[in-house]
């Protein structure tokens, strides 16, 4: 057994009284109630000192009962040499309640909501295991189920104190049947706005070290738009399996799940990566410096476009595209611009020519304008 908050907190005014704890308990009691309000154990103690005075805050009914229901489910199989530590005199009203009752509704929401959607053709497994990567990993949202999908998933699994109480009291076949269909509905929508054709051209881009996610977004978009074949990223740029996905598909529009993306840890990386699987690229630089050149005065390596015609003449003529290399376009950080270490290594460095006071333009809006008038030497628009 393990002594409730208010216990703790007794203790936390009369220090002598601390001996009758185990640490363990005092040390997950303030690490839960860390994390939970995002705090610092200083600060969180401080609450437990003054709470007494304010039991009916949120806060204090947050610290007193999730965050210590988690302590309790943690340590419920309490061996008993270590409950030999407690005080033989304490009542039973300072001992908390057990959470089987808890863990055993869950099993049974689980349960019943896997039932049903097996039943409608859902991979269950899989669609458990992509919650369980949405707030574990970095991988983002499983794009066999979208984002909205996973949310219900995980909403009716494990609701949020505030929604225990409607759902505990629903019959669980109903809830898990409304759910699953809920599920259902969510995922075949997100499947139905994914393209099922799409032409691309051999055009990357690489970010490195972008910071905004909402220009990220926006050159999602630039990128699908254009046919470009991947987009890499580096360092501290946002993605739509890491950092920053949700903010980054505000601005996208979806075009986050359309381009294939890689993300590497540094610049150099993803270089490497280009050296080595597109060794006929030809790596372009967007900066403005010395050695920079008008972007219309490049001419740029890639894909040609050839007339295919039917056995009927009378048709209209078909193209298909021909690649003899490529072009990948590095655009760097909105403040220090593309990494200077790797400015050298690249083939070229173009610049937009400017006649105002600015001497550059957003990072979002620069990337169309060259993706672009590549594509346009490369007769795309014929």
């Given at each position: 057994?393990?002594?409730?908050?208010?216990?703790?907190?007794?203790?936390?005014?009369?220090?002598?009284?601390?001996?009758?704890?185990?640490?363990?308990?005092?040390?997950?009691?303030?690490?839960?109630g860390?994390?939970?309000?995002?705090?610092?154990?200083?600060?969180?103690?401080?609450?437990?000192?003054?709470?007494?005075?304010?039991?009916?805050?949120?806060?204090?009914?947050?610290?007193?009962?999730?965050?210590h229901?988690?302590?309790?489910?943690?340590?419920a199989?309490?061996?008993?040499?270590?409950?030999?530590?407690?005080?033989?005199?304490?009542?039973?009203?300072?001992?908390?309640?057990?959470?089987?009752?808890?863990?055993?509704?869950?099993?049974?929401?689980?349960?019943a909501?896997?039932?049903?959607?097996?039943q409608?053709?859902?991979?269950?497994?899989?669609?458990?295991?992509?919650?369980?990567?949405?707030?574990a990993?970095?991988?983002?949202?499983?794009?066999?189920?979208?984002?909205?999908?996973?949310?219900?998933?995980?909403?009716?699994?494990?609701?949020?104190?505030?929604?225990?109480?409607?759902?505990?009291?629903?019959?669980?076949d109903?809830?898990?049947?409304?759910?699953?269909?809920?599920?259902?509905?969510?995922?075949?929508?997100?499947?139905?706005?994914?393209?099922?054709?799409?032409?691309?051209?051999?055009?990357?881009?690489v970010?490195?070290?972008?910071?905004?996610?909402?220009?990220?977004?926006?050159?999602y978009?630039?990128?699908?738009?254009?046919?470009?074949?991947?987009?890499?990223?580096?360092?501290?740029?946002?993605?739509?399996?890491?950092?920053?996905?949700?903010k980054?598909?505000?601005?996208?529009?979806?075009?986050?799940?359309?381009?294939?993306?890689?993300?590497?840890?540094?610049?150099?990386?993803?270089?490497?990566?280009?050296?080595?699987?597109?060794?006929?690229?030809?790596?372009?630089?967007?900066?403005?410096?010395?050695?920079?050149?008008?972007?219309?005065?490049?001419?740029?390596?890639?894909?040609?476009?050839?007339?295919?015609?039917?056995?009927?003449?009378?048709?209209?003529?078909?193209?298909?595209?021909?690649?003899?290399?490529?072009?990948?376009?590095?655009?760097?950080?909105?403040?220090?611009?593309?990494?200077?270490?790797?400015m050298?290594?690249?083939?070229?460095?173009?610049?937009?020519?400017?006649?105002?006071?600015?001497?550059?333009?957003?990072?979002?809006?620069?990337?169309?304008?060259?993706?672009?008038?590549?594509?346009?030497?490369?007769?795309?628009?014929?």
């Amino acid at each position: 057994m393990i002594q409730p908050a208010a216990a703790i907190v007794t203790a936390f005014r009369a220090p002598m009284q601390l001996a009758s704890f185990p640490i363990h308990v005092i040390v997950n009691s303030l690490m839960i109630g860390c994390t939970s309000t995002g705090r610092g154990p200083m600060r969180v103690v401080a609450s437990l000192l003054i709470a007494p005075h304010h039991s009916s805050s949120p806060k204090w009914k947050c610290i007193q009962g999730r965050n210590h229901d988690i302590v309790r489910s943690r340590y419920a199989h309490t061996s008993s040499s270590q409950s030999q530590h407690f005080q033989e005199g304490t009542s039973t009203e300072d001992f908390v309640t057990p959470v089987a009752g808890k863990d055993e509704s869950r099993e049974n929401r689980k349960h019943a909501l896997h039932l049903r959607l097996q039943q409608l053709g859902i991979d269950a497994d899989a669609l458990a295991d992509a919650a369980f990567r949405s707030v574990a990993t970095t991988d983002g949202f499983d794009q066999r189920f979208g984002k909205s999908a996973i949310k219900a998933y995980r909403t009716y699994i494990d609701p949020r104190p505030s929604k225990m109480g409607v759902i505990s009291r629903e019959c669980v076949d109903v809830g898990a049947n409304r759910i699953a269909r809920q599920i259902d509905f969510l995922a075949k929508r997100h499947r139905s706005h994914e393209p099922k054709d799409r032409k691309t051209f051999p055009l990357i881009l690489v970010l490195d070290n972008v910071r905004s996610a909402a220009n990220v977004g926006s050159i999602y978009r630039s990128a699908d738009a254009c046919g470009c074949l991947e987009i890499l990223t580096t360092g501290i740029t946002p993605h739509p399996h890491g950092n920053g996905a949700e903010k980054l598909s505000k601005s996208a529009l979806g075009a986050e799940r359309v381009v294939p993306t890689l993300h590497f840890d540094t610049t150099q990386q993803a270089l490497e990566y280009l050296r080595r699987n597109r060794p006929n690229f030809m790596l372009v630089a967007m900066e403005t410096t010395e050695r920079s050149k008008c972007y219309t005065d490049i001419k740029y390596p890639g894909a040609t476009f050839v007339s295919v015609h039917s056995g009927d003449t009378n048709s209209n003529s078909e193209y298909c595209v021909v690649s003899t290399g490529g072009v990948a376009l590095f655009l760097g950080n909105e403040v220090s611009g593309v990494d200077t270490e790797i400015m050298p290594l690249l083939d070229e460095v173009v610049e937009i020519p400017m006649f105002g006071k600015k001497n550059s333009l957003n990072v979002a809006s620069c990337a169309p304008v060259v993706m672009y008038e590549v594509l346009r030497q490369w007769g795309a628009f014929a």
